[in-house]
């Protein structure tokens, strides 16, 4: 059996109790490693465990899935995916590959960001598709998140917006001649997606991420040290939300009193966010 | 402290670990059950707690939060909410009724429909807004849920349709009497569902909601009798998916070649399915 378990938002107590049963009974615990990061790390899951988990990076999941696989229609194998097993599509594709071996799948699901941006005090059916937005470089700075978000806008719905991840990185120098040498990992903070958002408005000039757009930060959704703030775009560009995972909310027109209220709670300023509930919403 | 615990999906293993020693922490133990339900019913939640378990009506806690909230500066009280707990409004509002008192509240998150239902192999990015489908009586056949997916139809997303649950409903003679005699509890089936879609597609004639439209039966996500189910919407409306609960997916026209691969892995018929795809996806 291949069980595919999501281990929620946080820390290592984030996992279902059921989660933790199957992970326990299992042969082989991977843990996949590149499309979001738990607040702890490996040692500290091992030792909840008791037992190794061995990281599974991009290329072992996309290229060498025979070894995930491996025996596990005789034995039991975990997948641990932070967050829910199905943000991303490479976890579609290992389910695909197992069943055409005759692999059983099990999936065990968990909170992640898509359903915990509730906490946001929005409502998630407000909410219109999700948008990624990558780190832009001098030469590279794609842009068609934007399309979804006036998508989005139009219909007056928030937009979730994850921000990129980068891991195992490589510099030029060190890919070229092939060293296994990573960059440290790299996590956008709300604060750079305001900022290109800003930057992207600024050509495109449509009127949707202007400098004074509501826009919630989201900081490390489910631990402790939690942090939800909302403001302008502008204001949330010159933040510091602090320590990674991040991401970033962009309310839509349809906002009603309660959610509003909750915003209030999480402002960075309460007088500038009544300027722009009254200004952009008329509550 | 307010702990505001989602349970997840299924059984009462579906709770986190972090979930599960609050609840053991905590002096009061409330249920929410009017929004959705677990696969198991209070008994087993209050084995595996050690401990009673209120049920909490909706009622109850729109209107006798004092009760719910009684002493929760100074002792600790969970709320457990099944899903995860901001699917609704009502747990927003008992945040902002503990606030304003001066409790703290703590959300431990856990899986939902919202994001569990990547299940299908239908990307969560490739989502629109999420609507809700009531029961529909001779006299009360509210449609505007068909707007919303019309919305996301346009932009070629797809729609995840929660479908309705009634608890606690009376008579229209036990209520002009003042009992408190309740009807059994109603599930919406996948299968109406389809047919509400149909019926409201008949007199629209939108043509979105057609006989063939393809979409996804969801039943008892995340339990071991699990059953997901790929057709069109005639197919649906005639088929059987077994004991609640369920919810419906329309597929949107941006059906990439990974999430069909999965459709059909799941196809109540793969011939009328794969003709579906090429007619309706060209795929």
Redesign the interface.
């Known amino acids: 059996m291949l069980y595919i378990i ?1 281990l ?2 946080a ?8 989660g ?2 199957a992970v326990k009974a299992c042969e082989r615990v991977y843990l996949e490693a590149y499309t979001s990061i738990l607040m702890v790390d490996k040692q500290r899951l091992e030792a909840f465990y008791g037992k190794p988990v061995l990281v599974a990076h991009r290329e072992t999941v996309e290229s060498d899935s025979d070894e995930i696989l491996r025996d596990a229609d005789r034995v039991d194998v975990a997948f641990l995916v932070v ?5 991303a ?1 490479t976890h ?2 290992l ?2 590959r197992a ?1 055409q071996r005759g692999i059983s799948v099990k ?6 960001i ?3 941006v ?2 946001t ?1 929005l ?10 937005i990558v780190f832009f470089t001098d030469d590279w700075r794609p842009d068609s998140f934007y399309d979804r978000i006036a ?1 989005n806008a139009r ?1 007056g ?1 928030h937009t979730l917006c994850l921000l990129d991840i980068k891991v195992r990185e490589q510099s030029i120098e060190n890919l070229m001649l092939g060293r296994q040498i990573f960059e440290p990992p790299r996590y956008m903070p709300a604060s750079l997606a305001a900022q290109q958002l800003l930057e992207v408005e600024a050509t495109r000039k449509t009127g949707i991420c202007t400098e004074d757009a509501l826009a919630v930060a989201v900081a490390r ?2 631990s402790d040290d939690q942090l939800i703030r909302a403001g302008s775009l502008r204001q949330l560009a010159d933040s510091d939300f602090g320590a990674p995972l991040h991401s970033l909310v962009l309310v839509g027109s349809r906002l009603h009193l ?2 509003a ?2 915003l209030r ?1 999480n402002a960075i300023d309460l007088d500038s966010l009544n300027a722009i509930l009254k200004r952009n919403f008329d509550i």
């Open positions: 999501g929620g938002l820390d290592e107590r984030d996992i279902t109790v059921k933790l049963e967050g829910d097993p199905y943000g599509t579609t594709d389910v695909l069943r999936t065990i699901h968990n909170a992640s898509m359903n915990a509730g906490a005090g409502q998630l059916y407000n909410f219109g598709q999700t948008v990624s998508e219909l719905l959704v489910g309660l959610e209220d909750i709670e």
